[in-house]
């Protein structure tokens, strides 16, 4: 029972470098989504997703891109790294059902942009 | 937008004694507000939510009160232990479809149980 999984959970790049941080969920959960998390600041929303093919931007969409080809997984792009992009990357998912709130994290990805 | 506060940044108690963190939230539409506990090095995880048809929600050692007039709602923990020690996030959102996938959080209170 893996739940979401996130890779790499480390990663050093040089600015300008992209990446792509993946994210993969097995609980065939319909919405997912990428938050970033910086010293004081909490929780930021990036991107979301409410099924495939469909994604949204969230408070912070800014140098990232992000796309939705299959329920399970929900990629996050970086197409041009800046050492602002420098932080702890948590991908989430529920299953959206009527009554079903809990959002379930991965572990994070720590990107550290020089 | 939604703007959620939370206080304090830090919290230290002695095991055996409780523990209130405080959150404040901006937007009325907001109807559902879970709370989180991280540990290090791991991804949030849930412990106890409310919504706004109630006022006051338990489980355990663990209880959370909403004053939807006042746009305030507040986590307390009772009879703390040093496995409580962790960093606890407040969130807001809208209880409509993929709500958890839009939340606002406030910005953590690391709690700190010493023996």
């Known amino acids: 029972n893996a739940g979401v999984t996130q890779t790499p959970k480390f990663q050093v790049l040089k600015t300008g470098q992209s990446m792509t941080l993946q994210c993969a969920q097995d609980?065939?959960?319909?919405?997912m989504s990428w938050y970033r998390q910086d010293p004081g600041m909490g929780l930021r929303l990036i991107h979301y997703s409410v099924g495939a093919g469909i994604t949204d931007q969230g408070e912070v969409p800014n140098g990232y891109n992000v796309s939705r080809s299959t329920t399970e997984d929900f990629p996050l792009r970086l197409l041009s790294a800046a050492p602002s992009q420098t932080s702890v990357y948590f991908c989430a998912s529920n299953d959206g059902s009527a009554g079903s709130t809990e959002a379930f994290f991965g572990q994070g990805t720590r990107l550290t942009v020089v | 937008g939604e703007n959620v506060e939370q206080h304090p940044s830090t919290l230290s108690v002695q095991e055996g004694d409780s523990a209130v963190i405080k959150c404040t939230y901006s937007?009325?539409?907001?109807?559902?507000f879970p709370w989180y506990k991280q540990e290090l090095g791991k991804g949030p995880q849930l412990i106890i939510d409310?919504?706004?048809?109630?006022g006051e929600k338990k489980d355990q050692r663990i209880a959370v009160t909403l004053n939807k007039t006042a746009k305030h709602f507040s986590l307390h923990i009772t009879e703390t232990q040093p496995e409580d020690s962790a960093v606890y996030f407040c969130a807001a959102g809208a209880l409509d479809a993929g709500t958890a996938s839009k939340l606002t959080f406030g910005t953590g209170t690391r709690l700190q149980v010493t023996l």
């Open positions: 937007d009325s539409a907001s109807n559902y």
């Open positions: 409310i919504r706004s048809n109630v």
């Open positions: 609980m065939n959960h319909e919405y």
